[in-house]
């Protein structure tokens, strides 16, 4: 089970940091990533990382600005996202896929967390 927290309200500009906890079976050796859908969109993806977590890729909107990590000790993912803009409002999924590299195709991906809303005020 995939949950994530973390999300809110928060003004252009700033930042915000998302978590993606595992319980029951550890996902430490497949690759977590988050999409994002905004309202009227579809959903996409955000970033994504290896089990080890040396492997990471990001959307192009997102480069530079969000970065994903994690704690296998924890079973928790991470997306830190700085420099927030009003186009990143959207419901943040996370979401594990049983391979060797992130995908953006959400059909590639075997389990999905709930959402976690995120608001950014212009």
């Known amino acids: 089970q995939l949950q994530a927290s973390g999300g809110g309200l928060v003004q252009a500009g700033g930042s915000l940091r998302v978590s993606c906890a595992a319980s029951?079976?550890?996902?430490?050796?497949?690759?977590t990533g988050w999409f994002r859908q905004a309202p009227g969109k579809e959903r996409e993806f955000v970033a994504g990382i290896d089990w080890s977590g040396g492997s990471t890729a990001y959307a192009d909107s997102v480069k530079g600005r969000f970065t994903i990590s994690r704690d296998n000790a924890k079973n928790t993912v991470y997306l830190q996202m700085n420099s927030l803009k009003p186009e990143d409002t959207a419901v943040y999924y996370c979401a594990v896929r049983f391979g060797a590299t992130a995908e953006a195709s959400e059909s590639l991906w075997n389990y999905w967390g709930q959402g976690t809303q995120v608001t950014v005020s212009s």
């Open positions: 029951g079976r550890t996902f430490s050796t497949y690759i």
